[in-house]
């Protein structure tokens, strides 16, 4: 099976591509490589955002202070040369703090917009889960519509435009659990687990070699992808097939996690469509024009695992969202 840890292959399929996507995806596949300059290990977090950005979608990061999450963002707008602004979510951050609001100016006698941070190309939610549902809800406009309601005016944002939010998994004082609507506008969500030993004396040695992570240019991160790539791949992922018999695996995963008795809640048809997209993305990493039922099963977990919402006694009983999801994956039949 295949996995998002392992980088896809630098192997296009004899009879496909176009140059321009041929090259947008050897570029991006080169952002994998520049972030490990300053990001050591977390390959599928970076594999993560890179399929979000293909999908136009969004990412829930979930780890431990200091696993490196708002570094690997930093790393890999650095390396896609794209603006990002980092927000620092807290209880008393408003909604106009997140989307900007009107000013008064007082020479003119009128009011103008003054934009906020989420008008940016990757927008660093930075512990999300600190400040009240208000402020929370206020992204889902951005993050469905890619646009911002002020005074009943929209104002669209740029391209490209991802949110990549962070939680803490282990800290519950003073934090707002993200309710189902705002999970489920989150195209995946990936945990950040805590580094090997050999990993955690990499990092420990750059440190004392006198790696500065507030320094990406120090460490010999440059851009290696652009704007133009983007675009060029997100249409080169929209033509990549699903067969007919993926397309119907794909639905009868959502379907089965619906008929399990340990969740109140399975994945609704976005999940499919968004567990679709996914797969999509990572099969073009991967230099083929097809989905695969591996592809569909190495994204499932991260696609459909923050969607899915335990029953009380099942969670008594200690059973985990992905224990059931993986038995629901093995009780559909493989497309061959």
């Known amino acids: 099976m295949t996995d998002i840890n392992q980088p896809a292959q630098d192997h296009p399929s004899p009879d496909t591509p176009r140059a321009s996507s041929d090259q947008a995806r050897r570029a991006l596949l080169a952002v994998r490589r520049e972030v490990a300059k300053a990001v050591v290990g977390q390959d ?20 431990v202070p200091g696993v490196a999450k708002t570094l690997l963002v930093r790393a890999v707008a650095a390396a896609l040369d794209i603006e990002t602004k980092r927000v620092q979510f807290t209880p008393d951050l408003m909604p106009g703090d997140l989307t900007g609001s009107l000013i008064y100016d007082p020479h003119s006698a009128e009011f103008s917009f003054r934009k906020g941070p989420v008008f940016t190309n990757l927008l660093l939610a930075d512990e999300i889960n600190r400040t009240p549902p208000k402020t929370q809800s206020a992204l889902l ?34 934090t707002y659990p993200l309710p189902e609507a705002q999970l489920d506008r989150f195209l995946l969500k990936v945990e950040l687990p805590l580094p090997p030993r050999e990993d955690e004396i990499n990092v420990v040695r750059r440190h004392a070699s006198g790696f500065d992570p507030r320094d990406l240019a120090a460490a010999g991160l440059r851009p290696v992808a652009g704007p133009a790539d983007l675009d060029a791949a997100v249409a080169a992922v929209r033509t990549v097939t699903v067969s007919p018999e993926v397309t119907g695996y794909i639905v009868d995963i959502a379907r089965a996690t619906r008929q399990s008795p340990s969740l109140s809640l399975g994945a609704s048809p976005r999940g499919a469509t968004a567990l679709m997209s996914t797969s999509r993305a990572w099969a073009w990493l991967s230099g083929r024009e097809f989905v695969t039922p591996d592809d569909v099963k190495a994204l499932a977990h991260a696609t459909l695992a923050h969607r899915l919402a335990l029953q009380p006694e099942a969670e008594l009983e200690g059973v985990s969202i992905g224990s059931v999801l993986a038995s629901a994956l093995s009780s559909v039949p493989v497309p061959r």
């Open 141 to 174: 406009e951005s993050m469905e519509e890619r646009q911002v309601s002020v005074d009943g005016a929209p104002r669209p944002l740029p391209w490209p435009f991802m949110v990549a939010a962070t939680q803490n998994p282990v800290e519950y004082e003073g």
């Open 44 to 63: 599928a977090a970076v594999s993560g955002i890179i399929i979000a950005l293909l999908s136009r979608g969004h990412i829930l990061l979930e780890g």
